[in-house]
């Protein structure tokens, strides 16, 4: 489990298509502190470590994986969002996330405002249901709220903060983004379902 806040700025390395993909993430976490097959949410993505170095981690991807997120778009030099699963005792700062992708955002506006910027998402069809105005929603794994929503898209601004603090300084149009809707959205909609 994770919060969808995002505590370091990570760099795909390598990538290497074996069986599986098979990707070198560069981490400023002390790595000496990761246990072999830790969870670490890479861009949203629950990953687990597989190999070990002194600034960075090894993970594999498996062909389903790629399928339903944007790491098939990774490149080396690529930044990522990282975060650590969640302890006991840490503080909720954003919401509950469990790393499990639901399916692929595309950003189709951006907008500066002041300092802050407007982006607009088209979500699939599917998932749009489970997006609502002042909802979370984890996009490349961080825990935002959403603004607005019409139809299939909907509208999330970015602070100077999180734009600095996160990967989504370097955002634009077009752009493939790790979408996983609420828990909570997930369940009251299946209990609607069921009245």
């Not at 000496?32 to 949203?44: L, N, T």
């Not at 469990?98 to 399916?103: L, Q, W």
């Amino acid at each position: 489990m994770f919060t969808g806040i995002i505590t370091d700025i990570g760099v795909v390395r390598e990538l290497e298509k074996r069986g599986d993909l098979r990707a070198r993430i560069g981490t400023s976490y002390d790595t000496a502190g990761i246990d072999m097959g830790a969870s670490i949410a890479s861009d949203g993505v629950c990953l687990t470590v597989i190999e070990l170095g002194d600034d960075w981690y090894d993970v594999e991807i498996s062909a389903e994986t790629v399928s339903k997120t944007n790491l098939g778009d990774w490149e080396v030099g690529k930044r990522l969002n990282l975060e650590r699963a969640l302890k006991v005792g840490d503080e909720l700062g954003g919401h509950i996330v469990s790393g499990h992708v639901d399916g692929v955002a595309e950003i189709i506006a951006m907008q500066d405002e002041g300092d802050s910027t407007r982006v607009t998402l088209r979500a699939p069809e599917a998932l749009a249901k489970f997006i609502a105005p002042k909802g979370s929603v984890a996009l490349n794994g961080t825990s935002l709220t959403v603004n607005e929503v019409e139809g299939c898209d909907f509208g999330i601004n970015f602070i100077p903060h999180t734009k600095e603090a996160t990967t989504w300084g370097d955002a634009k149009v077009g752009d493939r983004i790790n979408l996983e809707i609420d828990t909570l959205a997930r369940y009251v909609a299946r209990l609607a379902e069921m009245s």
